[in-house]
């Protein structure tokens, strides 16, 4: 009986480091998000595996009037979900991935899901003419979301999902990466210790901004201060210029492996739909040089007796202007994505 007040007055003290340490993280908490905020940082879904993996499973139970869209990230930022919806009353689901080869994807769609709606495949050429081999980055890419969508296990599921909350209220815990990065991670990667580490590649900011379904468009910084998109233009050509021939190019092999997914596809009734979005500069004056319309846009519709649809082909297109040379402002994407369904309604390509 004589220990119990000494154990009461543990269990008090315990509880009170407890509550005083629950104090200090939340004001700590609360103090690094405001100083993030105070230098511009805002909330922001991560570009994830995860969160394209939530837009995959939908492809499971959309009937054939839906209409999915792939291809890299002009796609993405060109295309904008809610101009889409508003003029035929379909939302599309965005399965287009930055930096990557549609082709896995497309494969898998016809392969592994009934899926006979609409497919738009985004064709910019320096990616979906790169490669089949599984060896290359553009190809990795894609097929690594695909992989997770089929691997990945209920406790990731769950996570993503308690992590939403989070992503869309804290800014703190983004996943940006490159000179915006702001996480834990990203920042030990800020720090340069002596010259122990040799790299004069110019560093990478983000552009854009996604919603939960993946829906992106470009910041409105990117699209009105010219020095922020110059930066981008420095990385997109470092140790390069518009003459300097890719390193990859596979056009007779892309263009066997996705004939033999079209026809599949058409096939069970789905509709094919290919679209090439606006370039300028750089990247236009390289596509010019490397593969020329004739060559490799005329002949890809050709031999898969698709309907395809080129900006240069309409005057309401022909001269939008890329900030930073591959990819539309907001503004455009919304006009561009507005315009273009109209166009295809037009012809029959979407219902009304």
Known sequence: ?????????????????????????????VLWESFWLQQGKYADFDRNKALWAVQRAKVENANPNDVVLIGSSRVLFDIQLNEWEKETGIRPIQLAIPGSTPLPVFHDLVNNSDFKGTILVGVTPSLFFSTVSDKKGSWKSSQSKVDYYYEQTYAQRINHQLS???????????????????NLKALLNHIKIGKRVKNDKPSFPSFSDIDIDRNVKMTIKTSQDTAF????????SYKSTDTTPPK???KKGVLEFFRKDA????KKGGNLILLRSPSTGYYRNKENNFYSRPEFW??????????????????AFKYLDCPEWSHLSAKDAQFFTTELVKIMKADGELSN
Do not use: V
């Open 164 to 182: 939403i909350p989070l992503q869309k209220n804290l800014a703190f815990i983004s996943e940006k990466k490159g000179i915006d990065g702001i």
């Open 248 to 250: 990859n190019i596979d």
């Open 229 to 236: 998109a110059n930066i981008i233009k420095r990385k997109w």
């Open 1 to 29: 009986m004589a220990h119990c007040p000494t154990k009461k007055k543990q269990y008090m003290n315990l509880k009170k480091s407890l509550i005083i340490g629950i104090l200090l993280s939340l004001i700590g908490l």
């Open 263 to 266: 026809k599949k596809f058409k």
């Open 298 to 315: 005329d002949i890809l519709l050709k031999k898969n007796d698709a309907k395809g649809y080129h900006f240069e082909d309409y005057k």
